[in-house]
């Protein structure tokens, strides 16, 4: 496969791996780049991560919940991993977030000075206790451009479809963003059969195989409408093909992530694989025949 440009990195192919509880040690981080991930999103590296939340995932049929926010490992943990990825030049890219835009302003300047080359703001997490997530444009705002009066650095804005993602995506544009990657998860629920309860007690974010139609309608939408920013596409990757869809709905790269909770150095591998043979023109092509019967 070609190199795939994203954030001033030239990755060997377009599998990225999305931020989440898999990304939140060096370890694990090291791991999926050897077995064949483009690139690598921490966790979201926070400077004061909630305290005393327990985070839990559920599985479902189609994807998952999950009650997660930011790392709770320190941010001094994470400039020295930073630092030791960037000088054997790794390509990692730092998942940044804090309450505030002057504190995020200055956690990515720290991440900058440990030679990391790309970051992506971690704002629209929806399962922060704020409740806020990206729904408000100045907001967006805000965080982006006090992160580029601070850094030099490529960076994207990580956002969720739904209300004003245009006003939100020009907004990400207005304050420096140099990519939007899209989608965070979205508002989800399970009923549980037992109680008739929500499980996880709540409203969390989902993702998986269910939004993956509504993030490629949403990239369309974006691309017909003049956007022409870098995009990275995520939401319920599970395969080879579904990385090459997002691409040719406009996607520059695709960040995989649920589907590695499921034997996670083996799925990405084959994701990997699946991906280069359709590149490359040596996947089989297999038509699926629908008979209708009135």
């Known amino acids: 496969m070609p190199d795939f440009p994203v954030l001033g990195l030239r990755i060997k192919n377009p599998v990225i791996v999305g931020s989440g509880l898999l990304t939140d040690q060096e370890r694990n981080i090291r791991r999926l780049l050897t077995s064949g991930a483009g690139a690598v999103v921490t966790k979201t590296i926070h400077?004061?991560?909630?305290?005393?939340?327990?985070?839990?995932?559920?599985r479902l049929p189609v994807g998952m919940l999950n009650s997660t926010t930011y790392s709770k490992r320190s941010?001094?943990?994470?400039?020295r991993a930073l630092r030791s990825c960037a000088a054997e030049g790794l390509p990692v890219i730092a998942s940044v977030h804090a309450d505030t835009p002057v504190e995020l302003g200055e956690l990515a300047r720290e991440v900058e000075r440990t030679g990391c080359r790309a970051l992506e703001l971690g704002i629209s997490c929806l399962n922060d206790e704020t409740g806020f997530g990206d729904d408000d444009p100045d907001r967006v705002f805000a965080y982006t451009a006090e992160t580029r009066s601070r850094v030099a650095l490529p960076f994207s804005v990580k956002v969720a479809i739904g209300d004003a993602l245009?006003?939100?995506?020009?907004?990400?544009?207005?304050?420096?963003?140099?990519?939007?990657?899209?989608?965070?998860?979205?508002?989800?629920?399970?009923?549980?059969?037992?109680?008739?309860?929500?499980?996880?007690g709540g409203t969390y974010g989902y993702s998986g195989a269910g939004i993956k139609p509504l993030v490629l309608a949403a990239i369309w939408r974006l691309r017909k409408r003049g956007f022409d920013l870098p995009i990275m596409g995520c939401g319920g990757i599970n395969s080879g093909r579904d990385v090459a869809d997002y691409l040719n709905v406009g996607a520059h790269?695709?960040?995989?992530?649920?589907?590695?909770?499921?034997?996670?150095?083996?799925?990405?591998?084959?994701?990997?694989?699946?991906?280069?043979?359709?590149?490359?023109g040596t996947a089989p092509v297999t038509l699926e025949t629908v008979e209708v019967t009135t």
Request: hydrophobic residues 40%; proline residues 6%.
């Open 47 to 58: 400077p004061s991560p909630p305290q005393g939340l327990e985070e839990r995932i559920l």
């Open 75 to 79: 941010v001094d943990y994470w400039l």
């Open 166 to 200: 245009e006003e939100r995506v020009r907004a990400a544009i207005a304050g420096g963003a140099d990519a939007i990657t899209m989608s965070d998860t979205i508002p989800g629920a399970a009923v549980s059969p037992l109680t008739g309860g929500l499980e996880l």
């Open 253 to 280: 790269v695709a960040q995989v992530y649920t589907a590695l909770h499921t034997d996670m150095y083996d799925t990405l591998k084959r994701i990997v694989a699946e991906t280069d043979d359709i590149l490359s």
